[in-house]
Structures are given as C-alpha cells and as structure tokens.
C-alpha cells in the first residue's frame, strides 16, 4: 500500500490504522511503502503502472484530486489509470486567526476584509494545497481578497499565526488543536458540512452563512485500472468492515478525522466531483501550474 506522504502525517496515520486491520482481516502482511513526491504523482505513478491483481494499492488523498489542474503533464490519467475501492475518511478544516484580529466569526472576518482588500493575509502548507484552496475558495464565495502566503508545511504557518506575523491560517483540526485550546489562536469556523466532533463549538461555514462551502480534507484507496472487480469488491467490504470497529472509530476521534465508507463506484464519482470542484478554485484563483 503506498503512501504519497512520509510516515507521521495525517494520511500516513489513517493508512496504518486500515492497513493495519487489514492485515489482520487477511492474515497477510500489508506493507505500507511511503513514497512522498511530487504532490502524490511518484506513488501514483508506480501503482498507475503496476500488474492489476490487487497486491499493490495506492492510498488516494485530496491533493491527488488537486495535481491534475497544477500538473497538467500528468505520466498517467487520474481517473482512466485507476480503480477506485474505497473511501477511508474526512477531514475538516479549521480557519484559525490571531487574537489579535478583531474578527470573532466568519461574518465578522468578511466585513473586515471588505473594509482592507488585499491587506489581510493567510498561511497554508504550500501553493496548492487544499488548506491554500479552501482559502482561495473561501475569498471567492465571500467576494474578499485574503493575501495568500504559502510555507513549507503547516507547522511554520502556524508558528508565525501564533507570533502575529499573519492574519489567519487554514489548516487541519489536530495541526491547530492545541493552539486553539491553549487560546494562541481563535477558531472561526470548520470547513466540513457538520461540525468537527474534536471542536464541536465551533460552527461550520456553511452555518455562518457561507451557504454549501465544503472543503473537506479525505482519504481512500485505489487500485490500478482493469483490478477484477471482486477484488475491489472484497476489499471495499473490508474497509467498511473495519470503519465500524470501534478501537478504530476511537483512534480516528483522537485524530480529528470521521470515517466515511463508500462503495467503488460513491468514491470514484466522488473524486471525479473533487476533480472538477478544485479545477475551478484553481482558476477562479489564477494559481499557476507547479
């Protein structure tokens, strides 16, 4: 099972967990290969190009959602190269500003970026990513401009919200917990559809009158094209098996992320919408091709 990421971060996290299951369930080992690079495209491509029997699995995240409108020279199809099986969860995301902004909501926060486009400003982990897209996303359905400010990672964005050298930050519930709960930070609002059971004060977008703004982190798993059917049958029914154990429910609580089962077909029509959602943030935007 290859990760795009390297081990420890949130994909990494909720890949073990199934994979660890999932060997359990088989009584066969499921190695997890972390492979990091180019935005998921060097995991991708290895499972892109590998025998369809079900023995190699490519852990599909949102970024792999974002890449096909930032790397338009993709070595492979996102949709056509690939069999999806499941979905393992979401994520939300948390819009976090300094206590020093006067802003204590949403509604607050666009009525003072109307009053100083372009002046306030926000961090992500990187140009493109999907903390960078949700702010883009958010500066378009509130009809603000928000500076964007891209880091290495969301620790230094963070650290520099923290230290007042930005505005806000959009990033993931556990990345801004412990700021949120220390008081370093504010919490405005989640990016998810329901609220955040790790934050469950703190209202969605969408209630506080951004109406449909979603923009949930998630991830699954893909096989490449032509895999038999009942073998992504017989590990989607597995997943689903497993997002209903209950050690499992309690490790994915800890981590701030819901589980989310879908069928193959719910998860590849869910990410050719992912697809095509991010397509748009990215022009709407003008964020140029890495």
């Given at each position: 099972m290859l990760v795009p990421f390297p081990p420890g971060g949130g994909t990494d996290i909720v890949a073990r967990v199934i994979g660890q299951k999932l060997s359990e369930l088989w009584a066969q080992p499921v190695i997890m290969d972390n492979r990091p690079g180019g935005t998921t495209v060097l995991a991708a491509e290895i499972v892109a190009k590998s025998s369809p029997d079900g023995y190699t699995l490519f852990v599909t995240p949102v970024p792999f959602s974002i890449v096909p409108s930032l790397q338009p020279r993709l070595p492979f199809d996102p949709v056509a190269d690939f069999e999806p099986i499941a979905l393992f969860n979401t994520a939300p995301l948390v819009f976090i500003v300094n206590p020093r902004v006067p802003a204590k909501s949403i509604k607050e926060l666009i009525a003072l970026a109307r009053t100083k486009p372009g002046v306030l400003n926000f961090g992500s982990s990187g140009t493109g990513?999907?903390?960078?897209?949700?702010?883009?996303?958010?500066?378009?359905?509130?009809?603000?401009?928000?500076?964007?400010?891209?880091?290495?990672?969301?620790?230094?964005?963070?650290?520099?919200?923290?230290?007042?050298?930005?505005?806000?930050?959009?990033?993931?519930?556990?990345?801004?917990?412990?700021?949120?709960?220390?008081?370093?930070?504010?919490?405005?609002?989640?990016?998810?559809?329901?609220?955040s059971a790790t934050l469950p004060d703190v209202p969605t977008m969408n209630e506080s009158g951004l109406k449909g703004f979603e923009a949930d982190g998630w991830n699954g798993v893909s096989a490449p094209a032509r895999t038999p059917k009942d073998i992504v049958n017989k590990i989607n029914a597995d997943v689903a098996k497993i997002l209903r154990m209950p050690d499992v429910l309690e490790k994915f609580r800890s981590e701030g992320v819901e589980p989310a089962a879908m069928t193959p077909a719910e998860f590849g029509a869910f990410f050719r919408n992912e697809i095509a959602k991010w397509g748009k943030v990215i022009k709407l935007a003008g964020v140029k091709p890495l």
């Open positions: 990513s999907s903390n960078h897209l949700a702010g883009e996303l958010f500066n378009a359905m509130a009809g603000v401009k928000i500076t964007h400010i891209p880091y290495k990672g969301s620790p230094p964005a963070l650290i520099d919200l923290a230290g007042g050298h930005v505005d806000l930050a959009v990033t993931t519930v556990p990345s801004a917990l412990a700021l949120i709960t220390g008081g370093k930070v504010r919490a405005l609002a989640v990016t998810s559809m329901k609220r």
